[in-house]
């Protein structure tokens, strides 16, 4: 695969392997190195991917489990977790402006594949199949995972409102 | 039929891609409240996070493909300097290593096989009278190189001086043995005058000499073991 190639068939996933990253390690420099090293490594694979069926989700696996990696480093999770804490410090100050952050906080607290396949699904706008295929589950669990996760985040911003409103 | 198409419907407000219209067919629905408003706000925001890096920054990262070449080793220099280095050696110890022994020394008895520490033995060849008194006061000590008999000392009446005389006796020995034929070997100041005796006295100190010089011989054999890295 040389360089042209490359460009059109891995590199233009940059921005949605970047999203995802940020939604996994909730770390913007984290989340760009990750997706740099991902890069990095399929360039020097490159000569192997030709052989692959679905790139495109041998991508995001791949950036996965190297996100996945890096939150089991000590570091990372005490900061990933320090950074729970100041969303759920925030939350106290709720207001209809900053209701979109604490919707994003929500889906970070979800369950890891919620999170995953809520964010594949509503924000990269994969099908149930493709995410299956990503996730290594049948279709039915990732509705019921889909499902779920709308489901508590949307009791999470009615908490929200409700907690604006009593303030109020 | 209805609800698949509901389905769709929703499928594009969650994708971002439902127009007005479309929601609000999905409100008055109630398959859409306020709070699905507002997680589609926020997936918009999302969708709208973008990394700021460019496929050319990405190539100028990437290290070089290309193979350094690195200037081909001179191993045919360092084998040449070991060559020369070992020939260097061979040589010094062909130049230095003792002669090799006589027959006359290999038959030396096996009695003799040290040399006494303390015993001098002078063997003067058959000189003129005025030579031996030349040579007579001055000894020469001559050390082997073994340990073991380091305090063997084989004392000779051998002087730089007396060499010469040596020569002398050389050119000039056979007439001065047929003009005074009364000894043949002084040892300790007394002269040997019994051919027999002489024979046996002049064996022994060669037997002396090759055993000093067998014993030098092993001492040096480690030599062979050393080896030079380069």
Redesign the interface.
């Known amino acids: 695969m040389d360089?042209v190639r490359f460009?059109a068939e891995v590199?233009c996933w940059?921005?949605l392997?970047?999203?995802l990253a940020?939604r996994l390690l909730n770390n913007a420099p984290e989340a760009?190195d990750a997706?740099?090293h991902i890069?990095?490594k399929m360039?020097q694979k490159r000569d192997e991917l030709d052989d692959i069926e679905n790139l495109k989700g041998f991508v995001i696996r791949a950036l996965q489990n190297d996100c996945l990696n890096r939150l089991k480093k000590e570091q990372t999770i005490v900061q990933h977790h320090g950074q729970f804490a100041k969303t759920q410090s925030l939350s106290t100050e709720v207001s209809q402006g900053n209701?979109?952050e604490l919707?994003?906080g929500a889906i970070n607290k979800l369950p890891e594949k919620q999170r995953i396949t809520i964010?594949l699904?509503?924000?990269e706008?994969f099908d149930t199949k493709e995410i299956a295929d990503i996730l290594d589950i049948d279709e039915g669990a990732v509705r019921t995972n889909l499902s779920r996760a709308?489901q508590k985040?949307?009791m999470q911003?009615?908490k929200l409102?409700e907690y604006e409103e009593r303030k109020v | 039929m209805k609800s698949g198409k509901y389905s769709e419907l929703l499928d594009k407000f969650y994708a971002g891609t439902a127009s007005a219209e479309e929601i609000s067919l999905l409100q008055s629905e109630a398959l859409v409240d306020e709070q699905d408003i507002l997680y589609a706000e926020m997936l918009k925001e999302e969708r709208g996070q973008k990394m700021d890096w460019e496929f050319e920054d990405f190539m100028k990262g990437i290290p070089s493909d290309k193979v350094k070449t690195f200037p081909a080793r001179r191993v045919w220099m360092k084998r040449i300097l070991a060559a020369a280095a070992m020939l260097a050696i061979i040589g010094a110890a062909y130049i230095l290593w003792p002669l090799p022994q006589t027959d006359k020394m290999a038959n030396v008895p096996p009695s003799n096989k040290t040399a006494e520490p303390n015993k001098e033995l002078r063997a003067t060849a058959v000189l003129p009278a005025d030579e031996i008194e030349d040579a007579s006061p001055a000894t020469e000590k001559v050390k082997t190189a073994s340990k073991k008999n380091r305090d063997a000392v084989v004392n000779t009446d051998k002087k730089r001086p007396v060499q010469k005389s040596i020569r002398q006796a050389d050119t000039t020995g056979v007439s001065n043995n047929s003009n005074s034929p009364e000894y043949l070997v002084i040892v300790n100041g007394q002269p040997i005058t019994d051919e027999a005796d002489a024979i046996a006295i002049t064996r022994e100190s060669l037997g002396m000499i090759s055993q000093n010089l067998t014993l030098t011989v092993d001492e040096l054999k480690p030599i062979r073991e050393i080896k030079i890295k380069l």
């Open positions: 360089a460009k590199f940059k921005n392997l970047y999203r940020l760009e997706v740099q890069m990095m360039w209701m979109v919707i994003k964010h699904c509503d924000v706008g709308r985040i949307k911003i009615i409102q």
